[in-house]
C-alpha cells in the first residue's frame, strides 16, 4: 500500500448516490483500502440506483436509503465523517428539458442544501464534487480545456453549472475543503442500460447483446471522448487525497478520440458480431447535441498525475462480459 492509498485507511467515507454507477464502483474500491464507507442513495426509480450494485461489498458497508434533500437525513450522515464523494444527481439531459424544475431540486437546490449542512454540522469534510463536460456546450475549439466559456445548452448543463459554483463558493468563503471532476462519457460495470438517462454507451451495450442494430443518431461523425469507469474511480481518489485539488476544477478525458461510427465498428468487433444503423434526430435531441467534444486533461495529469489507463477497447470487453453475466438486473 503506498502512502496515497494509505490515505484512505480507516477514513468515514460519505458517498451520495452510492448505490449508482459510479458510486458503487468507487465504494468497492474505497472499501479494498480499508475506508469505512457510508452510501447514501433516493433509489428514484429514474436516477440509476440498483441495489444489485452493491450485492457482493453490502455487508461490509453502511446503507441509508434516503434522499439528499432531505436536511434532518443528511445532517445525520455528515456528522463525523472524513471524506464526501457527492455524485448524486439527476443525470439525463433530455429529462432536464421535459421536467426542468425536477432537475433544478437535484441537481441545484440540493447541492446548496448539501453545503449548507456541511457548514453547520462538518465544515471540515473534504467533498468531491461529479460535475460534467455538459456545462461547457457546444465547444469553441478542442480539446476543451478549463479555460473554456462555460455555456450550457439545456436544463441539465445550467443545474450541474450552479452546483459546481455552489462547491467553489463554499470552499473560498466557508473554508470547507471541495474540488470539482468534469467528467466526460464514463462507462464500464453498473452503469444504467434500460434506457439512455446516463449515457447512449448503455442502451449499446444491451442492444447489442440482445443482439439488435446499434442505433447512431445523425451521420455518426461526432467525435467523443470516453473514460472506464476505474480510470474515474481513480481520479476521484487523487483528487480527495490532494491538499492541491482544494479549490480546483479539473476535466477529466480519453486518450481516445472516437467517432461514434468508429465506436459502433470497436463494439461490433470486441462482441464478436453485430451492426449499427443510422436514424435520424428528432428534433428534442437536435436542439440540445453539442457536436463534437473531448477533453484535455492536462491540468490533473500535471498537478495529481492521473490519466487514463484502460483503453477503449479493453473497457469495451469488460463491458459486455459484465452485462452477458448479469442482465437481468440491469434490463429492467
Excluded at 449508482?20 to 468497492?28: P, V, Y
Excluded at 431540486?105 to 468531491?128: D, F, G, W, Y
Amino acid at each position: 500500500m503506498n502512502l496515497r492509498e494509505s490515505y484512505f485507511k480507516d477514513r468515514r467515507v460519505l458517498i451520495t448516490g452510492g448505490l449508482g454507477f459510479i458510486g458503487s464502483n468507487l465504494a468497492r474500491r474505497l472499501l479494498g483500502l480499508g475506508a469505512q464507507v457510508t452510501l447514501v442513495d433516493s433509489l428514484i426509480p429514474e436516477y440509476g440506483g440498483n441495489l444489485f450494485n452493491i450485492e457482493d461489498i453490502r455487508q461490509r458497508a453502511e446503507v441509508n436509503i434516503s434522499d439528499v434533500r432531505d436536511p434532518y437525513a443528511m445532517r445525520q450522515h455528515v456528522r463525523g465523517k472524513d471524506l464526501l464523494f457527492n455524485l448524486a444527481g439527476q443525470t439525463s439531459h433530455l429529462d432536464s428539458m421535459r421536467e426542468p424544475e425536477a432537475d433544478l431540486e437535484i441537481n441545484c437546490k440540493a447541492q446548496l442544501s448539501i453545503l449548507e449542512t456541511c457548514r453547520h454540522e462538518n465544515p471540515a469534510i473534504r467533498i468531491v464534487f461529479a460535475g460534467t463536460r455538459q456545462v461547457y456546450g457546444k465547444p469553441d475549439y478542442l480539446p476543451v480545456d478549463e479555460a473554456h466559456p462555460v455555456r450550457p445548452v439545456d436544463v441539465n448543463g445550467i443545474n450541474k453549472a450552479a452546483g459546481e459554483m455552489y462547491h467553489l463558493l463554499y470552499c473560498s468563503t466557508h473554508g470547507i475543503p471541495c474540488c470539482v471532476l468534469r467528467l466526460t462519457n464514463t462507462y464500464g460495470p453498473r452503469m444504467r442500460v434500460k434506457d439512455a438517462r446516463q449515457t447512449f454507451l448503455g442502451v449499446w451495450l444491451r442492444r447489442i447483446i440482445e443482439q439488435q442494430p446499434i442505433q447512431v443518431f445523425g451521420d455518426g461523425s461526432q467525435r467523443r471522448d470516453f473514460n472506464y469507469v476505474d480510470d474515474v474511480v481513480e481520479a476521484m481518489l487523487l483528487a480527495a487525497s490532494s491538499d492541491k485539488a482544494v479549490g480546483r476544477i479539473y476535466n477529466l478525458g480519453g486518450a481516445e478520440v472516437v467517432s461514434l461510427n468508429q465506436l459502433a465498428s470497436l463494439m461490433i468487433e470486441v462482441n464478436g458480431g453485430g451492426k449499427q444503423e443510422l436514424l435520424p434526430f428528432a428534433e428534442e435531441l437536435k436542439r440540445i447535441d453539442i457536436g463534437d467534444y473531448y477533453g484535455d486533461f492536462r491540468k490533473i495529469e500535471a498537478e495529481l498525475g492521473w490519466r487514463p489507463t484502460v483503453s477503449l477497447r479493453e473497457g469495451l470487453r469488460r463491458s459486455l462480459d459484465y452485462y452477458r453475466q448479469h442482465q437481468k438486473p440491469y434490463w429492467g
